[in-house]
Structures are given as structure tokens and as C-alpha cells.
């Protein structure tokens, strides 16, 4: 069946960094969308990036322009999530998903297919 596992989280100070990373299984990795979400205690799921399987376009989050970068390695089936200059707003548990979808503009959670357990960002101020 498949998989995705998240990786990388923990507690960080603000203006720090942490990469995520997660590590899918069972399913076409080279022709899925995988994006990263965030959700917060009492919030909404939010989209926080995505990189296409077409042409690994990329779309972010407004908050996050700059400060993170999504990337992929279809050859180990990982896509990653590097995260500078954190702020304690970033703070949330962070999910992997795929979706068959191409564009990587799609920001709904409804769009996506596969999800991971999620991994815990915690930023300190």
C-alpha cells in the first residue's frame, strides 16, 4: 500500500532551520505532485508548497517565499522540505501528500490523494 513517512521535524529557535524529509513507497513517485501542509493546534490544514512531477514547478505559500524550498529526488522517491529563518508561526505538525494532479498550484488538501502521519515543528522564540 502506500506510504509516506515524514521525517525531520523537532523544536527549533526562531531564525533557525530544519529540512523535512519524506520517504513514499507503493505508489509511482515520478508521476505524483507531492506537497507539504501544515496544520496548526485548533486550525485548518494550510498548503504550505508543492513541486510538480512534470516539470518539478514549484508553488509556495505566501508566508513561506523566500524562507523555504521544496525539492525532490524521483530516483529515491524523497521529497524534501528546507526550512530557514523560521518563525514561531511556522510552528505545526507539517504532512507529506501526493497527488496525481500535475499542477502544483493546487492548494487544497481535498486534491491530494496520499497522506503522511505528519512530523512536529516546533519553533521558540
Known amino acids: 500500500q502506500v506510504q509516506l513517512v515524514e521525517s525531520g521535524g523537532g523544536l527549533v529557535q526562531a531564525g533557525g532551520s530544519l529540512r523535512l524529509a519524506c520517504a513514499a513507497s507503493g505508489l509511482t513517485f515520478s508521476t505524483k505532485t507531492m506537497g507539504w501542509f501544515r496544520q496548526g493546534p485548533g486550525k485548518e490544514r494550510d498548503f504550505v508548497a508543492a513541486?510538480?512531477?512534470?516539470?518539478?514547478?514549484?508553488y509556495y505559500t505566501d508566508s513561506v517565499k523566500g524562507r523555504f524550498t521544496i525539492s525532490r529526488d524521483n530516483a529515491k522517491n524523497m521529497v524534501y522540505l528546507q526550512m530557514n529563518s523560521l518563525k514561531p508561526e511556522d510552528a505545526a505538525v507539517y504532512y507529506c501528500?501526493?497527488?496525481?494532479?500535475?499542477?502544483?498550484?493546487?492548494?487544497?488538501?481535498?486534491?491530494?490523494?496520499?497522506w503522511g502521519q505528519g512530523t512536529q515543528v516546533t519553533v521558540s522564540s
Open positions: 501528500a501526493a497527488t496525481r494532479w500535475s499542477f502544483a498550484g493546487r492548494r487544497d488538501p481535498n486534491d491530494y490523494n496520499y
Open positions: 513541486i510538480s512531477w512534470i516539470n518539478s514547478g514549484t
